[in-house]
Antibody, heavy 117, light 108 residues
């Protein structure tokens, strides 16, 4: 069955780069059907769409984060990744990866990333 | 940017019907999706494309829509339905995915 799992450091210093990887099983990230998506949720707050990558490598990002975000695809390992530069405390959140056809039908369990010195 | 408006909270007694609204300008022209998030868990898709249910979601969960409001209806509410519920659309004009702020459903 389809599974997604986030991995990466749980603590990042201010001004540094947050990097997370989502490992996908049960479906290929080269499938032409799906958008591979990152969403985040600050503690006690709602969901925020970060962006997605398509099988072709084309991307689309939340305008509020666009200058700092890169999402990339690693087809050899069936993974996709998130990089967020110049982080601040406001970037502290649970980060989720998900599969979408626009509705997000499969989600990872989430990775908590705290920005602190 | 496109904005979705949800009530912060809805309360309902067990066995009754809960209705959670999601307001947006001309939301009737967009496909609306609903997610349930229980504490400490990832969100789960409960309704997609306005009215469809994914496999495994009970028939008690249903969606509807009018020109400017989408509604998630949960019948015969049980304690296990207590969660945060989020609506979501794709704003085609900006190719931007939007979530509502979420509604906390409390079962009294």
């Amino acid at each position: 069955q389809v599974q997604l799992q986030e991995s990466g450091p749980g603590l990042v210093k201010p001004s540094e780069t947050l990097s997370l990887t989502c490992t996908v099983s049960g479906v290929s990230v080269t499938s032409t059907t799906y958008y591979w998506t990152w969403i985040r949720q600050p503690p006690g707050k709602g969901l925020e769409w970060i962006g997605y990558i398509y099988h072709s490598g084309s991307t689309n990002y939340n305008p509020s984060l666009k200058s700092r975000v890169t999402i990339s695809l690693d087809t050899s390992n069936n993974q996709f990744s998130l990089r967020l530069t110049s982080v601040t405390a406001a970037d502290t959140a649970m980060y989720y990866c998900a599969r979408a056809t626009v509705p997000l039908d499969y989600w990872g369990q989430g990775a908590l990333v705290t920005v602190s010195s | 940017s496109y904005v979705l408006t949800q009530p912060p909270s809805v309360s309902v007694a067990p066995g009754q019907t809960a209705s959670i609204t999601c307001g947006g300008n001309n939301i009737g022209s967009k496909s609306v999706h609903w997610y349930q998030q229980k504490p400490g868990q990832a969100p789960v898709l409960v309704v997609y494309d306005d009215t469809s249910r994914p496999s495994g979601i009970p028939e008690r969960f249903s969606g509807s829509k009018s020109t400017n409001t989408a509604t998630l209806t949960i019948t015969r509410v049980a304690a296990g339905d207590e969660a945060d519920y989020y609506c979501q659309v794709w704003d085609s004009s900006s190719d931007y995915w939007v979530f509502g702020a979420g509604t906390k459903l409390t079962v009294l």
